[in-house]
């Protein structure tokens, strides 16, 4: 090896040596950033001393630490995952931890996007849905039992949600429909993407005037009817 060739070698050895200290580095960092910014969302316009602010981002950590050890993934995931389910308004740090624990669980076990998970779990409160962890294992099963993967259903039954509460959908049997719906469309569709949108459309065409214009138009009054 010529002298040029050794120190091209010692070079890039110390430039990649260097590159994965620095990512050693930024991860911690990046994650004490995510932290501090979640515990003053969590947090902001309480009147809090900056002892009691210290305190509830260590009791953050805590929680986030604890859905990974049970749940599986990284505490970068998971603090998203918190942020989501704060920012929504829905939670506080006083009781996001057992959300928490299920969307970075499920989301874990399933491939999905820890923060996809989290704003499912934000949008079944508004489904009427009381047990979470039940909501999640029906788009689970029903993603196993179909093309239409949770890992899809966490992109787009949050979506789905909102259009079809406008037109009477709710609950665990409206949420078992929506995922029926979700695997039918994949039958038809050439990704999950198309199917998923495809949903949508559906609802929203079934909340629209023109669809109840039509049906008015078709159904005749008889009488009797109510």
Known sequence: MSLWQKGTAVTGGTIAGGMYF?????KPRDYDQQLTYIAATATGGQGM???ARLAARG????????????GGGTREDAAEAANTLIASGKYELNNV?????????????TGAMAT??????????????TDLQRGHDIAVRGGQL??????DMSKWLAQQMAAASAVGYSGEKGLVE????NQVAMKTAGTAD?????????????????FSKSISDAVIAQSGDP
């Open 22 to 26: 620095s990512n050693a580095l930024q």
């Open 49 to 51: 001393t900056p002892e």
């Open 59 to 70: 009791q953050l950590n805590e929680y986030i630490k604890a859905a990974v050890r049970g």
């Open 97 to 109: 931890a057992p959300a928490l624990n299920t969307a970075v669980k499920t989301a874990f076990a």
């Open 116 to 129: 996809d998970a989290a704003t499912l779990t934000t949008r079944m409160q508004d489904f009427g849905i």
């Open 146 to 151: 179909g093309s239409f993967e949770y890992k």
């Open 178 to 181: 929506l995922v029926a719906m």
């Open 194 to 210: 198309e199917a998923g949108n495809n949903v949508v459309n559906l609802l929203a065409k079934l909340s629209s005037r023109e």
